[in-house]
């Protein structure tokens, strides 16, 4: 397997534009997080999804962030609008559907955004 | 909810000598601890965990403990080397989603 996929890898874009990020995880994870990284806030989780069914959103900080899940293979995270606070290193992440959170997480590559 | 607390944010040491990295959680129901490495402008990777029943893993020169009644647990690498320096990140949670620590910057000097 690939791993968790992840693109674009650099995002630049200008504040008030719309911003999607894509990730695809690993084949047969059930559980898919988004991540937020930031030198000022470390690792943040956003929102995590279950079988494709958002879960827990508590992380997402505004209305701007969205994010969905159509299917097992591919998820979005979008911002609208964008602002130059959202420069930060987004992560996907996946692991197999155990039923709790004790087993590994694979991270994938990351998108590096920057809102200028 | 889950809260983390990880010290120090850096450690420089030198090569061959020991690191040690150390953190506390505040919800009881947490019972799996995994650290991650981050190389930079890399992905945090999995590099030891430990589940709650027990007190201490090793894996080469790698070691976490576990103090369940205190409530803190502690990353140590022995033998050190150039290609540790990383970010080291703690993690906990189990019953629910994972919190992480804030990070420590470690430089192995050679």
């Known amino acids: 397997d690939a791993g968790v996929i992840q693109s674009p890898r650099h995002e630049v874009t200008e504040m008030g534009q719309e911003v999607t990020l894509r990730c695809k995880p690993i084949?047969?994870?059930?559980?898919l997080f988004w991540y937020r990284q930031t030198m000022m806030r470390g690792l943040e989780l956003l929102i995590y999804?279950?079988?494709?069914?958002?879960?827990?959103d508590s992380g997402m900080p505004e209305d701007r962030f969205s994010a969905k899940m159509p299917n097992a293979s591919f998820s979005t995270l979008k911002i609208q609008p964008s602002e130059p606070r959202d420069s930060a290193v987004y992560f996907c992440?996946?692991?197999?559907?155990?039923?709790?959170?004790?087993?590994?997480?694979?991270f994938g590559p990351g998108t590096r955004l920057t809102v200028l | 909810g889950e809260n983390v607390e990880q010290h120090p944010s850096t450690l420089s040491v030198q090569e061959g000598d020991s690191a040690v990295i150390k953190c506390t959680y505040s919800d009881s129901a947490s019972n799996y601890f995994p650290w991650y490495k981050q190389e930079l402008g890399k992905r945090p990777q999995l590099i030891i965990d430990i589940r709650s029943n027990v007190g201490e893993k090793k894996d080469q020169r790698i070691a976490v403990t576990l103090n369940k009644t205190a409530k803190h647990f502690s990353l140590h690498i022995t033998e050190t080397q150039p290609e540790d320096s990383a970010v080291y990140f703690c993690a906990a949670g189990g019953r629910r989603a994972l919190t992480f620590g804030s990070g420590t910057r470690l430089q192995v000097q050679p």
């Open positions: 999804f279950n079988n494709n069914v958002p879960i827990d």
């Open positions: 084949s047969g994870h059930d559980y």
């Open positions: 992440a996946s692991k197999e559907g155990l039923g709790d959170f004790t087993d590994t997480q694979y």
